[in-house]
């Protein structure tokens, strides 16, 4: 019997999300692991945020300290969020070449 191919590599072809005021999405950088579907975020506002890891993604996108995220806040005074994208490599470089995140914010908070 045949094996499945699988998708290998990091390459989607599809458009990368950007952050959009309308909808209140913006860029975090993630700076640990909470544990429990949870992680603490920087964001480009300069605030640190609690953000949910939502089921649709759990086991499916593995989300690590450094990883460039976009997250949509949840408007509570208690600074949570959800997780709505994980960016790959290769779409982080194309945000800095948009002028979106700077090379600086990674490197200070990606430590």
Excluded: H
């Amino acid at each position: 019997m045949a094996r499945k191919k699988r998708g290998g590599g990091q390459e989607r072809k599809k458009e990368i999300p950007l952050p959009d005021e309308k909808e209140g999405t913006m860029l975090c950088v993630v700076v640990r692991n909470l544990g429990g579907g949870f992680l603490e975020v920087m964001c480009l506002d300069g605030e640190t945020y609690k953000a949910w890891i939502p089921g649709r993604m759990r086991r499916r996108v593995w989300i690590r300290p450094g990883d460039v995220i976009l997250f949509l806040p949840w408007g509570t005074s208690d600074m949570k969020g959800e997780v709505v994208y994980r960016y790959l490599r290769n779409e982080v470089n194309k945000l800095i070449e948009m002028g979106l995140i700077s090379e600086e914010f990674l490197e200070e908070v990606g430590e």
